[in-house]
């Protein structure tokens, strides 16, 4: 089985951050025995956000296998990223 995770590049004092929870939530109770949900604050996790080039919250950030496949800014729907993910596993 290959390795796919989601990276939520958030910040607890974005708005658009805390819109696009509820979908990622949505979308882990779905597929969370297929894919990996990962949340990172930036604010608690700079050297993280940095290695990944982040300028911007949310962001998403999909892997497989570690490698990253697509990237994501601003508030993504679940339907675009289902779309993405059912591609992967």
């Known amino acids: 089985m290959s390795n796919v995770v989601?990276?939520?590049f958030t910040a607890t004092w974005c708005g658009p951050c805390q819109m696009q929870k509820p979908i990622l939530e949505e979308l882990e109770g779905e597929m969370g025995d297929k894919v990996e949900f990962k949340m990172v604050?930036?604010?608690q996790n700079n050297a993280l956000a940095g290695k990944?080039?982040?300028s911007a919250?949310?962001?998403l950030i999909i892997e497989k296998d570690g490698a990253e496949v697509k990237r994501f800014t601003?508030?993504?729907s679940a339907d675009v990223?289902?779309?993405e993910l059912n591609q992967l596993i």
């Open 6 to 8: 989601v990276l939520d």
């Open 41 to 43: 604050d930036v604010d």
């Open 57 to 59: 919250v949310p962001t």
């Open 74 to 76: 601003g508030v993504t």
């Open 52 to 54: 990944y080039g982040i």
């Open 81 to 83: 990223l289902r779309s």
